[in-house]
């Protein structure tokens, strides 16, 4: 699919098919050097079939883009005739993968060849296809691709726990530092800011795999209905658990000072293997942007109608908007009714704020497009909104059904944890007045003591991961002996 000039702009690229229905044929044209396919996985060396993604020109007409199997090289591995295949060269991780790019010389497939789940061209060479509007049947085009999104966002989790796992579990034999004269050297963990690196991205990461189920599960359980959702909860989740698992990365590599810079520990590896997820199978940026236009899309639908929201768990928008208290004492924070109702405060605010500055653009004369281009800060903040917003309460419904006793006491930790580091990072709940100075203050603290009262745990919540040890580097167990001299002449 992607193009050396165009990747999220599907719309935009530039491989051109056309059919010559005196052969019964399509053929597949790049017209340009920008419309190389690029980044496609296994050309370089291995593939002997790929699906193009293509303008489909027919009679003239232009009408849209399609899918296309050809064959770009033979049984021996041959590249085919009027096909031109290159590598993609050296790259910061993947380079188990031979992305390559591939030029497509007028390249003749049979029309059998066309995907035409959605659309179809006669042998005559009349198109075909029950979705008349070209957006709706673009948009059936793309919806198989969804998976891709569910399947990074899974993955990213996995190796957010790689690195969590390895780095607690170091910091939970290493020493520096004695805070007593002559005393005993202190572990990692026991200082109060090593907890703070660790323990809050640790309860990210259990809120972000129960929304990753959460995900999964809608996925499986797909209805024509719930495509939409999917989208939204896709798009929403690939971009904010990516983003998550590479910060995880960066902060675990760091916390194990140079231990974390070897390549048999694996976390700086795995920075360079999944660097890509935040730009492979939609931009980041882009995937929230299409986030805030489906909810501005529900917020003006339910103006128009004057009916009440029904989707993307925009239900909270028909109740009352809730009221934060002007002073927050421990019990409040740690209920999960302040902190379902900060985080729907924000994202009911910010959808507000959107919708009325796209509105006020559009009548000083520009676009809806432009005007929502124009406030895209706006939108990133209103993306983070509702992604924050459904992974807490994929984690809500999670803990509920966990009966009481020490388990659910200790989900409920890393609940409160999750949501107060949420309120603490965003400087949204500050910006637009959600909470007070003294209640960010009051967030701030809260923060340091749930980290005191997660620190028994740690090693427990990392164990329960259940990663093989096979997975994890040396420093996640006996560090010192993988470091001896006896370990050097066993190499």
């Given at each position: 699919m992607s193009e050396l000039g165009h990747g999220s702009n599907v719309r935009g690229i530039e491989t051109v098919t056309t059919y010559d229905s005196k052969t019964g044929e399509f053929v597949i044209n790049t017209p340009c050097e920008s419309a190389q396919k690029y980044w496609i996985g296994g050309a370089a060396n291995h593939a002997t079939h790929t699906i193009v993604f293509s303008q489909l020109i027919i009679s003239g007409t232009n009408q849209g883009v399609h899918a296309f199997i050809a064959q770009i090289r033979d049984g021996n591995g041959n590249i085919c005739p009027n096909i031109r295949i290159a590598d993609c060269g050296h790259k910061i991780g993947l380079n188990g993968v031979d992305n390559g790019r591939i030029?497509?010389?007028?390249?003749?497939?049979?029309?059998?060849?066309?995907?035409?789940?959605?659309?179809?061209?006669?042998?005559?060479?009349?198109?075909?296809?029950?979705?008349?509007?070209?957006?709706?049947?673009?948009?059936?085009?793309?919806?198989?691709?969804?998976?891709?999104?569910?399947?990074?966002?899974?993955?990213?989790?996995?190796?957010?726990?790689?690195?969590?796992?390895?780095?607690?579990?170091?910091?939970?034999?290493?020493?520096?530092?004695?805070?007593?004269?002559?005393?005993?050297?202190?572990?990692?963990?026991?200082?109060?800011?090593?907890?703070?690196?660790?323990?809050?991205?640790?309860?990210?990461?259990y809120a972000m795999t129960f929304a990753a189920n959460h995900l999964k599960m809608i996925y499986v359980r797909r209805t024509p209905e719930s495509s939409k959702t999917i989208h939204v909860v896709s798009s929403a989740f690939k971009a904010t658990l990516t983003w998550h698992n590479m910060r995880t990365l960066q902060e675990c590599r760091e916390a194990c000072g140079g231990q974390g810079l070897k390549t048999e520990n694996r976390i700086g590896n795995l920075k360079g293997e999944f660097d890509v997820q935040s730009t492979f199978e939609g931009d980041n940026n882009v995937l929230m942007q299409q986030v805030s236009k489906a909810l501005l899309a529900e917020f003006i639908t339910a103006q128009k109608r004057s009916k009440p929201f029904k989707a993307l768990g925009l239900e909270h928008m028909n109740k009352p908007c809730p009221v934060i208290p002007s002073h927050l004492t421990s019990s409040t924070l740690q209920s999960i009714e302040f902190q379902m109702d900060a985080f729907c405060l924000r994202e009911r605010d910010l959808l507000n704020r959107f919708a009325v500055e796209v509105s006020q653009r559009q009548k000083q004369g520009e676009s809806k497009e432009y005007s929502v281009l124009l406030s895209y800060q706006l939108a990133e903040d209103l993306g983070r909104a509702f992604s924050d917003r459904t992974i807490l309460q994929t984690f809500i419904d999670v803990e509920a059904t966990v009966p009481a006793g020490s388990l659910k006491n200790v989900l409920a930790t890393l609940r409160t944890l999750y949501a107060l580091i949420c309120l603490e990072e965003d400087a949204a709940f500050l910006r637009y007045g959600y909470l007070s100075t003294d209640n960010v203050a009051a967030v701030r603290k809260e923060v340091s003591s749930l980290c005191r009262e997660l620190r028994p745990h740690a090693l427990a919540l990392v164990s329960s991961f259940g990663i093989p040890d096979a997975f994890l580097g040396p420093i996640a167990f006996n560090w010192i002996e993988s470091n001896s001299w006896s370990s050097v002449q066993q190499h």
């Open positions: 030029w497509f010389d007028n390249v003749r497939i049979p029309r059998e060849n066309l995907l035409n789940s959605v659309a179809d061209v006669s042998t005559e060479g009349q198109y075909l296809s029950a979705i008349k509007n070209p957006d709706q049947r673009f948009a059936a085009f793309m919806a198989p691709l969804t998976s891709g999104r569910v399947t990074i966002a899974t993955s990213a989790i996995y190796t957010a726990k790689i690195s969590l796992a390895i780095a607690i579990r170091y910091s939970l034999t290493r020493r520096a530092f004695s805070v007593t004269p002559n005393g005993p050297e202190v572990l990692l963990l026991d200082y109060p800011s090593h907890q703070h690196r660790l323990l809050p991205l640790l309860a990210k990461t």
